[in-house]
């Protein structure tokens, strides 16, 4: 069952490890560089302000699922938002 949580989890870890790789975490932040300056030079900037008739929803509120899984990096790994 690909949406069982341990495959969900088995296919984060692969993702983790796939991206500690230099070469493939190098191209990723050149993209990423990229994308950012070409959106500064075109004045494209996150807006932070609500749409009409929308709601922001606090997603910090828990991650449950967290510790039902071990990902391999027990208590190496934090969730940080902004």
Do not use: H, M
Request: net charge positive.
């Amino acid at each position: 069952d690909p949406y069982s949580l341990s495959n969900i989890a088995k296919t984060i870890r692969q993702s983790i490890i796939q991206l500690r790789d230099p070469k493939v975490l190098e191209s990723g932040i050149a993209t990423i560089d990229g994308l950012i300056r070409k959106n500064i030079r075109n004045n494209k900037f996150p807006n932070p302000q609500l749409v009409p008739n929308e709601i922001a929803v606090n997603s910090n509120l828990k991650y449950d699922w967290a510790n039902l899984v071990d990902f391999g990096y027990t208590d190496k790994c934090r969730f940080y938002t902004i």
